[in-house]
């Protein structure tokens, strides 16, 4: 009779799928307990028992954004300013809790500015791209104000030879040009003068591109001069950043005060350390801004997956924290990770020889080995336990 090694395996699969089984549930979604009917033994004989995940399956849905519920960790919010008629509006908006790209941010941002203004701001106000070097962000504020006229700011009234005019453009939402093109054609509607009469246009005043308004009249006939006052009641004057009941001259350039959107971080809980952006700078419309740090989007850059029933697992840096598999996130936010490594990592679990195995936690983790949200997903995971067995055999 003589000794023979022989070996042996024994697959099983760890599912936090409560349907499937999965118990203790943390509220996150990270850590379940699954208990066995009928016992993993591993007889005591066992030679280098080893546990190994051969497969796992993991949703990449691990917030990098977050909002109240989170506690002290919550940076989705940012404000947005803009005109409406004579009115400057700043809102403080939020984008939803969730794991996002740089692109998906941009959108959502995009998505907030709209809902918020109802729609009138109905273009992307804002984009988000890597800087050229790729390490940073490049933010770019889109939006340049529309102009809304109503019966209640349509009005204006215009000086030419020894006539005066009191004209109303009609009802609508405008860009500065659009304006511009306006009230020369009702002038020229509604009068006898067939050139234009007032030119307007972005200038940028205050070292910001395209963000006030120019106004100059320039309509001469080589003897008389033109000029433009905007009544006190329903002048359209404040609308465009200028003031109703003052005339203004031919061949002056006056600049209005006020300028387009623009994009702060300057708030509680802000969305701009993750994008890279200093929170007291405002980001004013049309300059692109690179961010003054690295963005923290990647909060995390690995999962690990944590089993009770190895002694130490895995050795991460100078600790052992029963880490059985790293997981490289390689797909997009919300796409599934699965994982088939060529050579496993390998824990020894020689304790467990002679023990019977009912019983075993696996808990999700970020590189930083805090609980990883699956924001509602479930995961798994395929794991094997190998050893020798010693056996005799009759020669």
């Known amino acids: 009779m003589v000794k023979k090694l022989v070996q042996r395996e024994i697959s099983f699969i760890v599912d936090s799928n409560e349907a499937s089984g999965a118990l203790e549930k943390t509220a996150d979604g990270s850590a379940f307990t699954v208990q066995l009917d009928q016992p993993i033994f591993i007889p005591s004989n066992a030679i280098n028992p080893t546990l190994d995940i051969e497969e796992s399956a993991v949703w990449f849905t691990t917030p990098n954004i977050y909002d109240a519920s989170d506690g002290t960790k919550q940076n989705n919010r940012f404000n947005f300013f803009y005109n409406r008629k004579e009115n400057r509006i700043g809102l403080n908006l939020i984008i939803p809790r969730g794991v996002y790209s740089l692109s998906d941010i941009e959108v959502e941002m995009n998505k907030a500015i709209r809902e918020a203004t109802d729609n009138f701001v109905n273009i992307d106000a804002v984009s988000l791209v890597p800087s050229p070097d790729g390490g940073r962000v490049n933010l770019q504020v889109l939006y340049l104000t529309r102009y809304e006229i109503d019966a209640t700011n349509s009005d204006f009234t215009i000086f030419y030879g020894a006539s005066t005019t009191t004209l109303s453009i009609p009802t609508g939402i405008y860009t500065i040009n659009e304006l511009e093109t306006q009230i020369n054609d009702t002038i020229k509607a509604n009068t006898s003068i067939s050139i234009d009469f007032i ?23 080589g003897v008389d001069v033109g000029s433009i006052q905007f009544p006190i009641i329903n002048g359209i004057g404040p609308t465009i950043g200028f003031v109703n009941g003052q005339t203004y001259l031919f061949g002056i350039d006056y600049i209005s005060n006020q300028i387009s959107g623009v994009i702060s971080f300057n708030t509680i809980n802000s969305l701009g350390g993750v994008l890279g952006f200093d929170g007291d700078v405002p980001y004013y419309a049309t300059i692109v801004y690179t961010g003054t740090t690295i963005p923290r989007i990647n909060a995390y850059n690995f999962y690990l997956l944590r089993m009770d029933i190895v002694d130490k697992g895995i050795r991460f840096n100078n600790n052992f924290s029963h880490i059985v598999e790293v997981i490289l996130i390689d797909v997009e936010p919300g796409q599934q990770i699965l994982t088939r490594p060529v050579h496993p990592p390998t824990s020894e679990v020689q304790h467990l020889s002679g023990r019977p195995i ?8 970020k590189d930083d080995l805090t609980p990883a949200d699956t924001g509602g997903e479930n995961y798994y995971a395929r794991v094997a336990i190998k050893y020798w067995e010693p056996i005799d055999i009759n020669l």
């Open 199 to 221: 030119k307007l246009g972005p200038i940028n005043p205050f070292g910001f591109d395209q963000s006030a308004n120019l106004m100059t009249i320039i309509w001469t006939n």
């Open 358 to 365: 009912n019983r075993i936690r696996v808990e999700l983790l």
